[in-house]
Nanobody, 121 residues
Framework: QVQVVESGGGLVQPGGSLRLSCAAS????????MGWYRQAPGKQREMVAT???????NYADSVKGRFTISRDNAKNTVYLQMSSLKPEDTAVYYC???????????????WGKGTLVTVSS
């Protein structure tokens, strides 16, 4: 089983920046992909950005040019650098990990508990 822990949320003014971190741990043989998702009040959870093991990335149109996802494979950690933040970026941000277990080489995945990002003046 994979454990996922996010950090770095908080209150930031519009136009400001924030960096989120997510660390995966457990019986991990390899990580296929890691990603950030968010859920605003009253809305469904949506994909923000993902990065695969080879380095390919994918972004939601709403964050392209403002957010950057990066990954430290050695630490099984993924980061989300958020810039030019807008009030509509306010949400709980969740990290997702898609990995292969070192026990039996089974696919496994996990979600963190989320970290709140509030963009407000």
């Amino acid at each position: 089983q994979v454990q996922v822990v996010e950090s770095g949320g908080g209150l930031v003014q519009p136009g400001g920046s924030l960096r989120l971190s997510c660390a995966a741990s457990g019986n991990i043989f390899s990580v296929n992909a890691m990603g950030w998702y968010r859920q605003a009040p009253g809305k469904q959870r949506e994909m923000v950005a993902t990065v695969r093991s080879g380095g390919s990335t994918n972004y939601a149109d709403s964050v392209k040019g403002r957010f950057t996802i990066s990954r430290d494979n050695a630490k099984n950690t993924v980061y989300l650098q958020m810039s030019s933040l807008k009030p509509e970026d306010t949400a709980v941000y969740y990290c997702n990990v898609d990995a292969v277990s070192s026990v039996g080489l089974r696919n496994m995945g996990g979600w963190g508990k989320g970290t709140l990002v509030t963009v407000s003046s």
